[in-house]
């Protein structure tokens, strides 16, 4: 490889270590390589004397670039430029007054030209190379397979200001962007989704951009439809299994079978309450798939060619598809996503499941739920239903992540459970006269819909089918147990109507039939069938590419007019009292005031990973801007477990600087700061009992620990903010349904995590489950659990014993040692409360439905937490029953269920 060199060899840069941008590939050593180096030709140039390194990129050995080192050895940019259309121009060195610009012509795809960012030249050399490309293209080069990149300036500039004046969060009363229960950002989602604030791996090019853009609202130039019936079901079975129940019962072919003229080319079919044995609720440990496989197989008509194609299950629910033989080529790409619901996402139960894939030209992506129960849950419904919506992701090639929306068509069935707030009476009455269009008046989901707070965009068929929840199992009569559940339509199947965008038509989706099946008797619920004939696009390959390359001629016409410039609405973000999960958002505005198509990403500052800090959170990370459009960019700022830990100790400040960088543009440089109001959640055990007073008062920063009795101040035996949750709980409620097993309300979280921190007390009105939850919160949010990562192995290892347990826990901590103590007695009071035990092993439950087994889960993972997990730190999926970390959880639950059943203090 010859690359001209300039006025001086610096050998010295030979083997030195390269700082890689994340804007380019990932680079070698640079020993091996050619090494050249430019300088000005005056004196006043030696100055400024840059060095020149030629490095080969790692991933694409055909790839190049050129770094630019200062004087002082630190890098000053990286310019890839063009690819061999330039390489017929004559020669390979622009000289212009005072600066020699080098170019390397080798035998490899690319060509890279260089040139200092503040050069005051840089648009008489911009301009040379546009005309060369010129020179290039008019000497028959393809230009459709190119990748013409402009100049990258990647020089560090100072802060822009630009725009109005700084951003400023307003106090809540005064309508601050904070996250509201089913409407803004999600935390759980943000909280899962950390890795996102990485640097992206690779950044599409504006061409590429631009091309795509103009591919897509050209798409039926090259695009037919083909249409393909999808049968879609859902069917909640209350833990019904199919070897041990009556075949009468369990025929699912009135549920499934076509005439075979008629027959769907897709299946998929979703359950609910597969299994509601403790060791699939607990462990999501179950084997009965095979068998409803077997049953579901059995109920297509005889002769059938379909094909599983995948299944996800997760506790209860499942979602099976299965599609014709002769579609199976034509399908690619597929994937599939669990994401549990319930307390701290654990609790399974209660959730969604998905799968998605490519058919032909098409995206289709399918989800299963089953939403929170009761009358009066409506909210938390919502909350489960944004929950699913965003925490289910897909992962492209790439290894970006896309959710349920980026497809061309998404469909949602499941028990979603919502209920008819109107007396058992009337409804059985309205549901046996047949007027449902009067039970749909207050049909709760259809309520949602009309108020945008859940389900927006989602379409349903004609309901003319009675309730499909409650009736007694065996019939088709509405229950008549002791409890007399209101009938309700739980069991719903819906399609997501994409909106029209840029003037192309939505893929066309219509309805067949919606109808539940009376004739399906084992359960207390009526499945439900819908059947849809859904559009999907097939690309004519020759056709596409006489549009692409019209397109790209358009663009070789617009490409080199000038660079990319934006205008940002400020530089300068400030969020005040920011609390404790308590998410607060602002908007940066980016406006494209140039005269081509722009594209900005955020990147990390030199030799960091993350493009900002944990608190912070950013989305998009990049974007292309058309001219004379704007994109928004949401700044939103949450204190999570990990964040609130090392604000509070103040090993970290609200303070952070984000780099906005336009590919073949300049850098902006955008001030985000804040004010933090201490809390208690993410403060350890240690610092807790040392303080009397509550720690909203106290600064951030370390808490000095009173020695003593002698200091005027004694240590508290456990944090009075662990006392305070567990008085309310012990006092309003241990009858309280499925404590410790059913999310909160996310508004009563805040408030409860408030008066914690200010001293205030809890209001009696407040949410049970929501106090539950933030007790759950604090114990997982310790910057150490209250039995040392150093114990943990040990806990695991003695957990068939309880003497051996008794032992460890005398080890720990005078305050580890207290808290557990605590927190054991309040649990076996819990217990006491619910069930009546004879022996360990009989057990009558009572309604509450709380059990040794799913507590002993639960607080078996706060409490014991192995050093390679931070705190607050989850994947929000249940493990399966043969994996490590499920034998793990299976360990720290037995130590714990130790403890529930004795009486005596450890």
């Known amino acids: 490889m010859a690359l001209v060199e300039g006025e001086t060899l610096l050998a010295s840069l030979q083997g030195r270590p390269l700082r890689a941008s994340t804007a380019t590939p990932a680079v070698r050593d640079s020993q091996s390589l050619g090494v050249g180096a430019a300088a000005g030709a005056g004196a006043d140039d030696d100055k400024t004397k840059l060095s020149v390194s030629l490095v080969q990129s790692a991933s694409s050995p055909k790839e190049h670039a050129l770094y630019i080192f200062a004087a002082n050895g630190s890098l000053h940019s990286i310019f890839p430029i063009y690819d061999t259309s330039i390489m017929k121009m004559e020669g390979s060195v622009f000289v212009f007054e005072g600066l020699h610009c080098l170019a390397s012509l080798c035998q490899s795809d690319a060509l890279y030209l260089a040139i200092p960012a503040d050069s005051p030249h840089k648009a008489e050399f911009t301009e040379k190379c546009q005309s060369a490309v010129g020179v290039a293209r008019r000497e028959h080069f393809n230009s459709a397979t190119a990748t013409h990149r402009w100049i990258r300036f990647a020089s560090s500039l100072p802060p822009m200001q630009a725009g109005g004046g700084a951003g400023r969060s307003e106090p809540e009363g005064a309508g601050a962007a904070v996250a509201g229960e089913g409407e803004g950002d999600d935390i759980d989602a943000m909280l899962a989704s950390r890795k996102s604030s990485e640097a992206p791996q690779s950044m599409q090019s504006i061409r590429e951009s631009w091309i795509n853009s103009q591919m897509a609202s050209r798409a039926l130039e090259f695009t037919k439809m083909r249409s393909v019936s999808v049968c879609l079901g859902t069917y909640n079975v209350n833990g019904k299994y199919p070897v041990e129940e009556d075949k009468s019962l369990m025929d699912l072919r009135p549920w499934l079978r076509f005439r075979p003229s008629d027959s769907p080319d897709i299946y998929v079919l979703g359950f609910q309450e597969l299994d509601l044995t403790a060791e699939a609720f607990i462990f999501n440990d179950s084997t009965r798939e095979e068998d409803w496989s077997a049953a579901i197989e059995a109920s297509f008509h005889d002769g059938h060619n379909y094909r599983k194609l995948k299944s996800k299950q997760l506790v209860g629910m499942l979602l099976m598809v299965y599609v014709r033989a002769e579609l199976l080529p034509f399908i690619k790409d597929v994937q599939a996503d669990a994401q549990g619901t319930g307390i701290l996402g654990m609790m399974g139960n209660k959730g969604g499941v998905s799968v998605r894939f490519l058919l032909h030209d098409s995206s289709l992506c399918f989800v299963n739920s089953h939403l929170a129960a009761h009358d009066d849950e409506v909210k938390r419904r919502n909350q489960d239903h944004h929950e699913i919506c965003r925490r289910v992701m897909f992962t492209r090639e790439s290894g970006a992540p896309f959710s349920i929306f980026d497809h061309d068509h998404l469909f949602w069935v499941g028990d979603l459970n919502y209920r008819i707030p109107l007396p058992d009476a009337e409804v059985k009455s309205l549901a046996r006269k047949g007027t449902f269009e009067k039970l749909l008046e207050f049909d709760q989901l259809q309520e949602q819909k009309r108020l945008r707070l859940a389900f927006v965009g989602f379409e349903e068929g004609p309901i003319t089918f009675a309730p499909t929840y409650k009736y007694d199992p065996g019939t088709s009569d509405f229950d008549s ?15 997501y109507k994409k909106r029209v965008r840029e003037g192309v038509r939505c893929d066309e989706v219509s309805l067949q039939h919606y ?15 819908a059947l849809y004939l859904v559009q999907l696009k097939v690309v004519e390959a020759e056709r596409q590419r006489e549009v692409y390359n019209s397109i790209v001629r358009q663009l070789d016409t617009i490409e080199n007019k000038s660079l990319p410039d934006v205008r940002v609405s400020s530089n300068v973000f400030t ?30 500052k030199p030799d960091q990973r993350d493009v900002h800090k944990p608190w912070l959170w950013i989305e998009p990370l990049s974007d292309m801007i058309m001219p004379g459009a704007s994109s928004e960019v949401s700044l939103s700022v949450i204190v999570d477990d990990r964040s609130a830990c090392t604000l509070n100790s103040g090993k970290d400040k609200l303070e952070d600087i984000l780099i906005l ?65 567990v008085d309310f709980l012990y006092r309003n409620g241990m009858a309280t349904d499925s404590l410790f097993m059913s999310s909160g309300n996310r508004r009563d979280i805040w408030a409860t995590i408030d008066c914690l921190d200010t001293g205030l007390p809890i209001p009696d009105s407040t949410d049970i489950h929501s106090v539950a939850e933030t007790l759950v919160r604090f114990l997982d949010g310790l910057p150490e659990p209250v039995v040392p990562p150093s114990l943990y192995r040990r806990c695991l ?75 607050g730190e989850r994947t929000f999926a249940v493990p399966t029953g043969g994996s490590l970390e499920a034998m793990q959880s299976k360990k720290q639950a037995a130590f714990i269920h130790h403890f529930l059943l004795v009486s005596d203090s450890p």
């Open 481 to 495: 147990s002791e409890k007399m559940r209101t009938p309700a339509y739980c069991d719903r199947i819906m399609h």
């Open 515 to 529: 109808i539940s099946v009376m004739d399906c008797k084992v359960s207390d619920h009526k499945p439900v069938r």
């Open 575 to 604: 969020f005040d009292n920011v609390r404790y999960l308590r998410p607060q958002k602002q908007t940066l505005t980016i406006s494209n005031v140039g005269k081509v198509p722009a594209r900005f990403v955020f990147l990390p």
């Open 661 to 725: 960088h336009l590919e073949n543009g300049r850098d902006l440089f955008i001030t985000v700061s804040g004010t933090y109001l201490r809390t208690a959640m993410g403060t350890s055990l240690d610092d807790l009992v040392c303080v009397p007073t509550p720690v909203r008062a106290l600064p951030p920063g370390p808490i000095v620990r009173k020695a003593g009795a002698a200091d005027g101040v004694e240590r508290l035996h456990i944090p009075k903010e662990l006392w305070v949750l």
């Open 797 to 871: 290892e003695c957990a068939g014993s309880l003497v051996l347990c008794r032992g460890v826990i005398s080890e720990l901590p005078a305050v580890s040692q207290s808290v557990f103590i605590y927190l054991m007695a309040f649990l076996r009071e819990l217990l006491k409360q619910t069930h009546r035990p004879t022996t360990v092993s009989a057990m009558v439950p009572d309604d509450n439905h709380v059990t040794p087994d799913k507590l002993a889960l639960l607080f078996g993972s706060l409490l014991l937490r192995p050093a390679s997990r931070n705190p």
